[in-house]
Structures are given as C-alpha cells and as structure tokens.
Nanobody
Framework: VQLVESGGGSVETGQSLKLSCSAS????????MAWFRQFPGKEREGLAT????????TTYYHDSAKGRFTITHNDKTLYLEMNNLKPEDTAMYYC????????????????WGQGTQVTVS
C-alpha cells in the first residue's frame, strides 16, 4: 500500500486547510486509516481515525482534534479538513493505514505516507 499526502501549506491563524491522502496498491476493503501529526522533536500524535467496515465508516477524534478537524474518505482517498487553524497546529501531518481496529497508536499502522507540512502563522 502506498500513501501520498497533499494539501499542506502555509496559512494564517483562523484559516482552513484540507489535507488529502491518496492510497494505491493492495488496499483492503475494510480496516482503519488515520491522521497523525508530529512536532519537531516529539512523537507522532494521533488526531483522528476512520474505520471502514461493512456498516460504513466510523470516526474517532483525539481531544486535540474535536470540533475543528473532520476526517472523511471517498473511494481510496482519505481527507482531513482543518478549520480555525492556530499556530500550535504547525506540524508535519501524516496519514496511516492498515490497522485492524480503530486506534491512535502509531505502531498499529504498517503503512505511512511521507507527510505534508502545515505551517500556521
């Protein structure tokens, strides 16, 4: 599975960005995808998960993402819409896939994208 993120950039406080993560290769029809972010010198922080099963998609958000971030998907693309961005949201954002259950533990995901930088000033 190959994951490619896009949509990052430099924005001002209060603006919005929508990140995309395009999946290719041997993708599964069910399982969990997620968005993480990483601050310099820190461990990756889980933001939101989207578990895709027979009944559709189920989302879960870390407290830091609730109310401002929304995770969605369409076919083989995962999105993270981020609103009312703040300088403390400045980080490298990664998508991940392949977990068998909904979790924000990075080690549960075997597949990662290369990351996209978000800078808020």
């Amino acid at each position: 599975v190959q994951l490619v993120e896009s949509g990052g950039g430099s924005v001002e406080t209060g603006q919005s960005l929508k990140l995309s993560c395009s999946a290719s290769g041997h993708t599964r029809s069910s399982g969990c995808m997620a968005w993480f972010r990483q601050f310099p010198g820190k461990e990756r922080e889980g933001l939101a998960t989207l578990y895709i099963g027979e009944g559709g998609g189920t989302t879960y958000y870390h407290d830091s993402a609730k109310g401002r971030f929304t995770i969605t998907h369409n076919d083989k693309t995962l999105y993270l819409e981020m609103n009312n961005l703040k300088p403390e949201d400045t980080a490298m954002y990664y998508c991940a896939a392949g977990a068998t259950l909904s979790t924000l533990i990075p080690q549960s995901y075997p597949h990662w994208g290369q990351g996209t930088q978000v800078t808020v000033s």
